[in-house]
């Protein structure tokens, strides 16, 4: 059974720093692409950072100069450092592996996901 099991959510004040990870089992997922996607109370689940077999990453604009994903094959295991965080990025974060290996924003084309992790920015 595959797993995604995210890490490393918490409270933060504005402009700190958090790293996320997510642990993959049941499957490598060496050869497919990762994403993170994040969800505000009252708002849609929006896509923020992927990053394909080859590393190659893909950001959502207003994230792109403060987080950057990667990911250590070896492990089976995807990280997200955000640096200089703000209110705004207040929200459940989510891991998803898509059996793609092309990078998308697209939700739809991930197969599976984490149970989320929360991420707090006060100001």
């Known amino acids: 059974q595959v797993q995604l099991v995210e890490s490393g959510g918490g409270l933060v004040q504005a402009g700190g720093s958090l790293r996320l990870s997510c642990a993959a089992s049941?499957?490598?997922?060496?050869?497919?692409?990762m994403g993170w996607f994040r969800q505000a109370p009252g708002k849609e689940r929006e896509f923020v950072a992927t990053i394909n077999w080859l590393s190659a990453s893909t950001y959502l604009d207003s994230v792109k100069d403060r987080f950057s994903i990667s990911r250590l094959n070896a492990n089976n295991t995807v990280y997200l450092q955000m640096n200089s965080l703000k209110p705004e990025d207040t929200a459940v974060y989510y891991c998803a592996a898509s059996t793609s290996w092309y990078n998308t924003r697209d939700s739809a084309d991930y197969d599976y996901w984490g149970q989320g992790t929360q991420v707090t920015v006060s100001s």
């Open positions: 049941g499957r490598t997922f060496n050869r497919h692409t």
